[in-house]
């Protein structure tokens, strides 16, 4: 029995552990592969500002494959619905269809991915590398089955987005060698890992102060628990404190939509957009975006359903709020980049209300 319990609470995350590990192994060797050439340098040139020409392809094929073996994994997976890892991971066929249909979608960025570098082969192996790492992490928020496993998965999938930004500098090719890259330090680059740390850290603080409220009213984190207590207060009148609980929405909402990056609450990201290449905001417009509001969106149908009555007036006065900040800079478009940041704040305003309108 005791047997039994350990291989039901760790057997799926063995294909994840395996990759991860995998991955590590791979960048590893790779970096100290590269290491070995440094005799081949420019003393002349300064060691830090250069990158030696490498092969990310290989790292993206290694992924497509890796991903659909663990595709493959999960659909064996299907007619299981049990709580696993002591009740912080939940698996049905539900999200196991939704995980597999994120893996769909990471293959399909990757193969676009692998396209762009052919193009255009300026990124590193640590650009890609921290990819495919919050590639890793980000399904598995929809298996979290409490409060905490979820915040904690978020915040690993922040600070590998922190990554990815730190080593999403814009490079140059060198005209006298093939081999070399070096980087281009800007103002609109150190704008970028200043307002991620900051909107990261206070918005990880927003929603922590929220998830406590909820645990002291409540007394439990598994979402189906506290729905159903939730719930249940508000038939009974036991609460009859709203005005926190509406106060607790909005700090949970705002906490959310700043770590997302929402419109209108996250303003700066036009300007950071800015300071990233292509590729960097094309993964943080399509698939990060895409999959944090497919959660965003199921939070607040399924697992927070309790509290329809106190935070749709608040996504409705954010949603027009996003519309009149949209009419006052829709015409103001001057960079490409941009443009990708006023799409990605269209888009949010369209989900919010989409959202708005399954509600009710």
């Known amino acids: 029995m005791l047997l039994g319990l350990l291989v039901s609470d ?36 300064s060691v830090k500002n250069i990158i030696v020409r490498q092969n990310p392809s290989f790292v ?7 991903n659909s073996m663990m595709f493959l994994y999960l659909y064996v997976f299907s007619g299981y619905s049990t709580t696993f890892w002591w009740s912080h991971f939940k698996i049905n066929n539900y999200l196991l269809y939704l995980y597999m249909l994120i893996i769909l979608i990471n293959n399909y960025f990757l193969y676009i991915t692998e396209k762009h570098i052919k193009i255009s082969n300026k990124y590193s192996v640590d650009f890609i590398f ?11 928020i929809f298996l979290a089955n409490t409060l905490f496993t979820f915040f904690f998965l978020i915040e690993l999938v922040s600070c590998s987005i922190f990554y990815k930004f730190i080593v999403s500098k814009i490079y140059f ?24 740390y900051w909107s990261s850290f206070f918005s990880s603080v927003l929603i922590i102060f929220s998830f406590f409220f909820f645990y002291t009213y409540t007394g439990t984190t598994e979402w189906s628990i ?12 036991y609460n009859k404190n709203y005005i926190s609980t509406i106060i607790i929405c909005i700090v949970f909402i705002i906490g959310f939509i700043v770590k997302l990056g929402i419109a209108p609450i996250q303003l700066y990201k036009i300007e950071v ?33 309790s509290l329809t ?21 829709l015409f103001d478009i001057n960079l490409f980049k941009s443009f990708l940041a006023y799409s990605t704040i269209i888009n949010s305003v369209s989900f919010i209300l989409l959202l708005l309108s399954i509600i009710f």
Do not use: A, H
């Open 130 to 140: 921290s990819i495919i790492n919050i590639t890793l992490f980000i399904p598995l």
């Open 60 to 66: 993206i094929r290694v992924n497509i494959i890796f």
């Open 226 to 237: 506290m729905n159903f207590i939730i719930s249940s207060n508000s038939q009974i009148n």
């Open 173 to 196: 090719k060198n005209k006298n060698t093939n081999d070399n890259y070096f980087s281009i330090f800007s103002k609109n680059y150190l704008n970028v890992l200043f307002y991620q």
């Open 309 to 329: 009555n106190f935070y749709w007036i608040i996504l409705f006065i954010i949603s027009i709020i996003g519309l009149f900040y949209i009419l006052s800079i």
């Open 273 to 305: 957009y800015k300071g990233l290449p292509f590729l960097s905001i094309f993964f943080y417009t399509t698939f990060y975006f895409l999959i944090f509001f497919l959660f965003f969106s199921l939070l607040f149908i399924y697992y927070l359903s």
């Open 10 to 45: 760790y057997i799926l995350f063995l294909p994840i552990t395996i990759n991860l590990i995998n991955y590590w192994v791979i960048f590893f060797k790779n970096n100290l592969s590269q290491l070995n050439k440094k005799n081949n340098w420019d003393k002349s040139i």
